[in-house]
């Protein structure tokens, strides 16, 4: 089944033997390593069809983390679904530059903007247990879903309905973050289908958001805080530009795992 199921995924996903795994450990109630190590009989009809079903959805693109209802992002197993982004690689790298910055400071204030499932602001406080993190997002149905994430880690994290057009709520913060929408409109149809067609526009498509947000957090950040945002590939150097031309210092750009320019943070 797993031969079969690869083969089929083979057409639409670059990942189909691991889609094909986690999809039918998911199945079976098991975990990945389970499939090798302690299954050994014949698949029941039903599970059968409860697996034919899932590598239907995942060959017309719905993303496996939807499937699965669960992703892995640093320490943490959150919830996700449609109603948010799916919590990726490269915005670890963003908590990696978070926790570097609040290191040495032992109940520092941080807002995370943009929250979605929660994730930055979670593992944040989830490696900083001192620090004091709120959320902010204008979509009720990604806060929704980040509150499942509070509680489901059992993480202190202050979430609150707003919209960062209307500028940032609360002050002063050691830390403003966020994973904004930054794909061009332009772009949308070039995206992968399980992207465009399934994660939500709100979070992905946006004009202007990184220079907005920028400059709504020199309003809300104490002298010597620190703004770190994700930013797409071949943005960071106008970012980089845009935080200095807003009087912002200290200016530093950080690489994902896969060498691309993707977290541009400055001091106030």
């Given at each position: 089944m797993l031969r079969r199921a690869a083969e089929h995924l083979?057409?639409?996903?670059?990942?189909?033997?691991?889609?094909?795994?986690?999809?039918?450990?998911?199945?079976?109630?098991?975990?990945?390593?389970?499939?090798?190590?302690?299954?050994?009989?014949?698949?029941?009809?039903?599970e059968l069809s409860a697996y034919r079903g899932l590598v239907a959805r995942r060959a017309r693109h719905e993303p496996v983390a939807y499937l699965l209802g669960e992703w892995g992002f640093r320490r943490l197993t959150l919830n996700v679904d449609c109603r948010a982004l799916i919590p990726r690689p490269e915005t670890e790298i963003v908590v990696g530059r978070c926790l570097e910055l609040l290191r040495d400071l032992e109940t520092p204030a941080v807002l995370d903007v943009g929250t979605g499932t929660g994730a930055i602001a979670l593992a944040i406080r989830d490696e900083h247990p001192g620090a004091l993190v709120t959320g902010i997002d204008a979509s009720a149905e990604a806060l929704q879903l980040a509150r499942e994430n509070?509680?489901?880690?059992?993480?202190e994290v202050e979430l609150v309905e707003h919209d960062f057009r209307d500028g940032l709520p609360g002050g002063p913060y050691d830390l403003v973050v966020s994973n904004p929408p930054y794909v061009d409109p332009a772009d949308l149809q070039a995206l992968m289908p399980d992207v465009r067609d399934y994660e939500p526009h709100m979070a992905l498509v946006g004009e202007g958001a990184f220079e907005t947000i920028a400059t709504h957090a020199r309003g809300v950040l104490r002298s010597g805080g620190a703004v770190v945002l994700e930013v797409g590939s071949g943005q960071s150097r106008r970012s980089a530009s845009l935080l200095a031309g807003l009087g912002y210092g200290k200016i530093v750009v950080t690489n994902d795992l896969a060498g691309r320019d993707r977290v541009v943070e400055g001091r106030r």
């Open positions: 083979g057409r639409t996903s670059e990942t189909a033997r691991l889609d094909a795994e986690l999809l039918l450990a998911h199945a079976l109630g098991r975990s990945r390593i389970e499939l090798y190590t302690q299954f050994d009989r014949p698949l029941t009809e039903d509070v509680r489901l880690t059992e993480l």
